[in-house]
């Protein structure tokens, strides 16, 4: 069914990338784009280009074949290898995100806008195909919003995480990120980027979380909670099995969205102590190029976790 979805996907995406780019039409150089190409879910750097600046037409895929080799498939119309990095039949093909949101259409009608980050990841889509949002584009996208477009930020916190939330905001003010508190459970709406903080047990019941409860195939997380009150954090592999999990003291940094909104970020854990440590990793240091992060006590652990050999 999965193997379908992206099927029917690229049938869609030959349509439109057959375009071109068409209908952009020349505009104002952007600024300050960067294009990075890794695979295994970040796991593996395998380049990092910027410019300083682009031409005003510019898409995702002139970008890409301005700074690399690539090959296509379908009628042009889907990536096939970078730089001689191909997908596979196996369940392994080329995605694209800009500021941590997963590209919606066809990266030749996808405009750059300044500030944009784009990342190019090779990885299996074994457990789901659809990856709404990463966290590994920090500060992205709050600092140059999504399409162009810049959100308001909201910041929900639980009551007994107040050490967390002073570290959240202290963070986002650290990347000049205005975030307006409001309480836990009062929602972001659609046209807002939310970051809730809280434990798992005080958090669950909000709409990105009930995405990750579902697990990867709702929310494109690859970590859930187990138990009554959530005191475990199970993290998963790429096939979306469990790989490890972890007790008191754990926490998790994971974005996901539905198909009405804008991503919601969650800064969670097993326990208030779990909830700060992730708060403490908010960094861009610690996020880059991560699809979500888990942490315990001092350890940082990318998730998805790779799959044993």
């Given at each position: 069914m999965v193997k379908l979805r992206v099927l029917t996907a690229v049938a869609s995406l030959a349509v439109v990338l057959a375009c071109g780019g068409c209908g952009l039409g020349p505009g104002?150089?952007?600024?300050?784009?960067?294009?990075?190409?890794?695979?295994?879910?970040?796991?593996?750097?395998?380049?990092?280009?910027?410019?300083?600046?682009v031409p005003g037409s510019e898409?995702?895929?002139?970008?890409?074949e301005r700074s690399f080799k690539i090959s296509t498939r379908y009628g042009g119309g889907f990536v096939q290898s970078i730089d001689g990095r191909s997908g596979s039949a196996n369940h392994t093909d080329w995605f694209y995100y800009v500021n941590g949101v997963q590209g919606s259409k066809g990266a030749a009608t996808t405009a750059v806008h300044a500030g944009d980050h784009i990342w190019w990841d090779l990885h299996d889509w074994s457990a789901t195909d659809n990856i709404p949002a990463v966290v590994g584009s920090f500060p992205e996208p709050f600092t140059n919003g999504i399409g162009g477009k810049r959100y308001p930020v909201?910041?929900?916190?639980?009551?007994?995480?107040?050490?967390?939330?002073?570290?959240?905001?202290?963070?986002?003010?650290?990347?000049?990120?205005?975030?307006?508190?409001?309480l836990l459970g009062t929602?972001?709406?659609?046209?807002?980027?939310?970051?809730?903080?809280?434990?798992?047990?005080?958090?669950?019941?909000?709409?990105?979380?009930?995405l990750v409860a579902h697990g990867p195939?709702?929310?494109?997380?690859?970590?859930?909670?187990?138990?009554?009150e959530g005191r475990a954090l199970q993290l998963l592999n790429p096939s979306g099995q469990v790989a490890r999990t972890l007790g008191a003291g754990a926490g998790l940094i994971a974005a996901t969205a539905d198909s009405s909104s804008v991503p919601t970020w969650m800064i969670t854990g097993t326990d208030p102590a779990g909830v700060l440590a992730a708060a403490r990793a908010l960094t861009p240091a610690a996020l880059h190029d991560h699809f979500a992060l888990a942490v315990d006590g001092s350890t940082r652990v990318p998730v998805p976790v790779p799959a044993s050999p």
């Open positions: 104002a150089p952007t600024k300050g784009i960067s294009l990075t190409v890794s695979s295994a879910f970040g796991a593996r750097h395998i380049s990092t280009v910027s410019r300083s600046k898409t995702v895929m002139r970008m890409l909201t910041l929900e916190c639980a009551s007994d995480v107040d050490a967390a939330c002073k570290q959240v905001t202290k963070a986002m003010t650290a990347v000049h990120v205005p975030a307006s508190s409001q929602g972001s709406g659609p046209a807002t980027l939310g970051i809730v903080v809280g434990t798992w047990s005080a958090i669950r019941s909000e709409v990105a979380a009930e195939g709702a929310s494109g997380v690859y970590a859930r909670f187990a138990g009554p």
